[in-house]
């Protein structure tokens, strides 16, 4: 079992940055494949950033590639997102979520556990 909580949403203006980070409960957090989902209000629940358990693989959707950048740090059972270059399209709740799965996943349906999602807004 693995309980997720992520933390570091909030308001911020086009062209900003934020970080957000996604902390796993358990001691196998390294055996878990993570990603990084978003879902905007009227759209459906969209992968933007996943990475493997030893954190050798990672992949981006193209929506994000170059702006974002997800990390993990399996000492501190944490996950990462730096967002960078943030624009008004990118507001949505964003939430982290995990399974137990050595290489990245992309499907949804593949994941888990989820968190309770962390709020982003991007003013223009």
């Excluded at 001691?27 to 879902?39: H, K």
């Excluded at 943030?86 to 290489?103: M, N, Q, R």
């Amino acid at each position: 079992q693995v309980q997720l909580v992520e933390s570091g949403g909030g308001l911020v203006q086009a062209g900003g940055s934020l970080r957000l980070s996604c902390a796993a409960s358990g001691r196998t957090f390294s055996t878990y494949a993570m990603g990084w989902f978003r879902q905007a209000p009227g759209k459906e629940r969209e992968l933007i950033a996943a990475r493997n358990w030893s954190g050798s693989i990672t992949y981006y959707a193209d929506s994000v590639k170059g702006r974002f950048t997800i990390s993990r740090d399996n000492a501190k059972n944490t996950l990462y997102l730096q967002m960078n270059s943030l624009k008004p399209e990118d507001t949505a709740v964003y939430y982290c979520a995990a399974v137990h799965k050595s290489g990245v996943v992309t499907r949804l349906i593949e994941y888990d556990y989820w968190g309770q999602g962390t709020q982003v807004t991007v003013s223009s």
